[in-house]
């Protein structure tokens, strides 16, 4: 059979599979409100000399909103090697000109996260992965700085790591890994923790208990040379206890880990195993709804960590009975111009409601680069979904490829308890151009 004419029949098959499944079901009570231009840049990506690399591009953003909507962005300018910020208000408009955060053109800074005190929202903290080369196999350290002022300034960066074991690496096996792993997360009495990985295995965790004017020694949680631990991701419960997600290298069949500390993250129970026996999981994110119920989403492949994803979620149980049965929420239905073979890297958020928001990147091919982004929501607690569906304006138009080049751990998505939502995305066009915007939402009931 012709090869063109069969693509056509698998993609009429995906096309009628996808309808057949979202009929009678509503589609997202979601509108959207348009997209907004962050940074620009170049395209140029150099090969990597260390620090001395030609990079000329934007990249890496992430994303917070505070209770009245307004919206906090950092992403990487890799001309410049730092971390930048800008403010954008509740009506879509940009305040002010982008802010250094790391002051760093030393060394690369890379893939931040950030977040807003949910008391105070003019305390914003920023956290990310600096590549400082100190000794070790490969470079990388852990910088965090906040600012008192709604983001017009910034503190002097803080490095919480100080190690050379390549902090914001999260291993998959000796020769392959992503940056970015660590995570940032505040309960509501103000305490920030910080979580990250490195390459030679270990999962660390630091506490601030006076709003990030110092943090605790590092303490190691997991992970070693056998085990290296990935993708660390974090959240407050209510009653302050510390909840701590994490998946493996080395190991084809890894499941999601979920420990939790009842003391601050001085100490953590036996990690709860999540997606036991099918296949290789990774990138797990938790997130707490205004209820008190701990949603965890993550990416699961039947084919070991390089073949076809797709985006799995569970609850914590009632009674404090660990997670539930994970159950499928992505599909590989086509979608855009484009056939979604794989779903990935997922982020995740929820409000006062109980609604639920989980985004990820789409991929045509699972060895390629992502081209877009896709998005289901629960308005029920995450007893449902709605069907999968793109994310208006989260394809660049010049096909650029989607998502960080220093690894797809990163965290996208963000919402208030109101229901306002918040998604970054990121695109480079080989010696052309690359560029960072920001897309946003509202739930309509």
Not at 37 to 50: D, S
Not at 58 to 81: E, F, H, N, S, Y
């Amino acid at each position: 059979m012709n090869p063109r004419l069969l693509l056509s029949i698998i993609v009429m098959v995906f096309l009628l599979i996808t309808a057949c499944a979202a009929w009678g079901r509503p589609a997202a009570p979601i509108q959207w409100l348009g997209s907004i231009e962050i940074a620009v840049g170049r395209g140029e990506k150099g090969p990597w000399q260390q620090n001395a690399s030609r990079y000329d591009y934007v990249d890496d953003p992430t994303v917070a909103i505070d209770v009245a909507g307004a919206i906090a962005i950092a992403w990487a300018d890799q001309q410049k090697k730092d971390v930048l910020f800008q403010r954008v208000s509740a009506d879509g408009v940009r305040q002010g000109s982008p802010i250094n955060v790391s002051n760093n053109s030393a060394s690369f800074s890379w893939l931040p996260r950030i977040i807003i005190a949910p008391q105070d929202a003019q305390r914003i903290y920023i956290l990310w992965q600096e590549i400082i080369f100190s000794g070790g196999s490969h470079g990388g350290d852990i910088l965090f700085a906040r600012s008192d002022d709604a983001g017009a300034s910034f503190s002097a960066p803080l490095n919480l790591s100080n190690s050379v074991g390549g902090d914001g690496k999260g291993r998959i096996n000796r020769d392959v890994w992503s940056n970015g792993s660590l995570d940032l997360a505040i309960s509501s009495n103000g305490h920030l923790y910080a979580a990250w990985t490195e390459y030679e295995g270990g999962l660390w965790l630091a506490r601030s208990t006076n709003g990030g004017k110092d943090f605790s020694s590092a303490h190691r949680v997991a992970g070693d040379q056998a085990r290296p631990a990935r993708a660390p991701a974090l959240a407050i419960g209510p009653d302050h206890a510390v909840y701590l997600a994490w998946t493996v290298g080395q190991d084809p069949g890894a499941d999601i880990r979920v420990a939790r500390s009842r003391d601050h993250g001085n100490s953590f129970g036996p990690p709860q195993m999540v997606g036991a026996g099918r296949g290789y999981s990774d990138a797990p994110k938790l997130a707490f709804d205004a209820r008190g119920t701990l949603h965890l989403v993550y990416a699961e492949s039947a084919g070991g960590p390089f073949a076809r994803y797709h985006i799995r979620h569970s609850r914590w149980l009632e009674g404090g009975g660990g997670f539930g049965a994970a159950r499928a929420i992505s599909s590989s239905s086509v979608v855009s111009a484009g056939v979604a073979t794989s779903a990935g890297y997922p982020a995740l958020a929820a409000d006062a409601q109980g609604r639920v928001c989980v985004i990820w990147e789409v991929f045509a091919d699972p060895e390629a680069s992502p081209f877009s982004l896709a998005f289901t929501v629960s308005d029920d607690g995450g007893d449902s979904f709605t069907p999968p569906a793109m994310v208006p304006a989260s394809r660049d138009p010049a096909a650029g490829r989607n998502g960080s080049q220093q690894g797809l751990l990163m965290k996208k998505l963000a919402m208030n308890a109101a229901g306002a939502i918040a998604i970054v995305n990121s695109s480079l066009q080989p010696n052309q151009r690359s560029r960072v915007w920001l897309m946003r939402a509202q739930w309509l009931r």
